[in-house]
């Protein structure tokens, strides 16, 4: 069950970043992060500081500790959260 998620978002995640490059949108696709815990996040704030046709507009993640440790890493608002 796990693998299947896993396989999923990451398809997705994939599939965000290849619309983004495209440039199949003048708008910057919308991104929201849920979990941060597995450390699959990296990156994904990584891509997306490279790929300018996203925008991250929340981050779910219920470890406070966590949380803080990537917005400190990734300079990430308290908003997001």
């Known amino acids: 069950m796990k693998s299947a998620m896993m396989r999923g978002l990451i398809l997705g995640v994939m599939s965000i970043f290849a619309v983004a490059q495209a440039?199949?949108?003048?708008?910057?696709?919308?991104?929201?992060?849920?979990?941060?815990?597995?450390?699959?996040?990296?990156?994904?704030?990584?891509?997306?500081?490279?790929?300018?046709?996203l925008k991250l507009v929340a981050i779910v993640e219920a470890n406070k500790e966590i949380g803080q440790k990537y917005a400190e890493k990734f300079h990430l608002g308290a908003a997001l959260f």
């Open 23 to 53: 440039g199949a949108q003048e708008a910057p696709v919308p991104v929201a992060v849920i979990g941060l815990e597995h450390g699959h996040s990296t990156r994904v704030f990584k891509e997306m500081a490279e790929t300018k046709n």
